[in-house]
């Protein structure tokens, strides 16, 4: 059983960054790929980027390429997401997924909110 918990979510002013954690534990990640998702109010929830937990390539949606990066810590089971450049379009309950190589995402953490302000 995967257990992830982000934090790290706030309240921002346009262009200034913040850092997501997402704390993950329950078993070994080797074959495995984490991701970052989004909804915000009234939208579906939308991919942002994810990371194969071994080798760490990374992709990224197209709206937040050149301004978010993926990272992750193998030693402490901690995945990142650097916000820099935020805007007001940001806005929305950050998530945090697990999925194997092959496979959807099945493992979901509750949640961090980011608002971004004009």
């Known amino acids: 059983q995967v257990q992830l918990v982000e934090s790290g979510g706030g309240l921002v002013q346009a262009g200034g960054s913040l850092r997501l954690s997402c704390a993950a534990s329950?078993?070994?990640?080797?074959?495995?790929?984490m991701g970052w998702f989004r909804q915000a109010p009234g939208k579906e929830r939308e991919f942002v980027a994810e990371i194969t937990w071994i080798g760490g390539g990374a992709t990224f949606a197209d709206s937040v390429k050149a301004r978010f990066t993926i990272s992750k810590d193998n030693a402490k089971n901690t995945l990142y997401l650097q916000m820099n450049s935020l805007k007001p379009e940001d806005t929305a309950v950050y998530y945090c997924?697990?999925?194997?190589?092959?496979?959807?995402?099945?493992?979901w953490g509750r949640g961090t909110q980011v608002t971004v302000s004009s």
């Open positions: 329950g078993r070994a990640f080797s074959g495995y790929t």
């Open positions: 997924a697990a999925r194997h190589y092959s496979g959807d995402y099945y493992s």
